[in-house]
């Protein structure tokens, strides 16, 4: 099967949306319970769209499989920064599929001119921590706790990269 990766169209904002409620109802990957309304992906997306943001979709049979965006940090000081946000459906994971969308999003990335990416992982996640740091991102600190899920706590390792 070809699988092809890409900037996000408007055509893939519903296969999106259930790729990240599928995988945030995992509760092991995203500091998301599940995904979020329709809308908000939908405004989300189109604002990437709108300003060439970085957002990259894995596509199987016209189907979203995995994603990779980084839109800019929220605060006009910080316009340099982009923040990280990715995953895959269980069955595409181990196959070479993250470190393609991971890869091609910061080619991306750093053509939009981002001069450091950040993301935070949680420390149970040593596989994609280790993505990561084959990308170039170095660990700069864990918050201990960070996040909450159904009664347990997670640390989050947060990771940076850097272009020069």
Not at 41 to 46: G, L, N, Q
Not at 55 to 83: K, L, T, Y
Not at 92 to 110: F, H, I, M, P, Y
Not at 146 to 159: C, K, P, R, S, Y
Request: a negative charge; aromatic letters at 10%.
């Amino acid at each position: 099967m070809t699988i092809e990766v890409r900037q996000i169209r408007e055509e893939d904002i519903e296969s999106f949306h259930a790729a990240i409620d599928a995988v945030a109802r995992e509760h092991r990957y995203l500091a998301l319970l599940e995904a979020p309304p329709i809308e908000r992906a939908t405004a989300f997306v189109r604002r990437n769209i709108e300003k060439g943001y970085p957002q990259f979709v894995a596509i199987a049979d016209r189907e979203v499989i995995g994603w990779c965006n980084i839109p800019p940090a929220s605060r006009e000081v910080m316009a340099h920064v982009g923040d990280l946000f990715m995953g895959l459906l269980p069955q595409w994971r181990g196959q070479g599929l993250g470190e393609r969308l991971l890869r091609e999003s910061l080619v991306a990335a750093d053509a939009f001119g981002y001069l450091r990416i950040e993301l935070g992982v949680f420390a149970d996640n040593p596989s994609a921590a280790a993505l990561y740091r084959k990308a170039g991102f170095v660990e700069e600190g864990i918050k201990r706790r960070a996040i909450l899920i159904n009664g347990v706590f997670h640390d989050e390792v947060i990771m940076a990269r850097f272009r020069d």
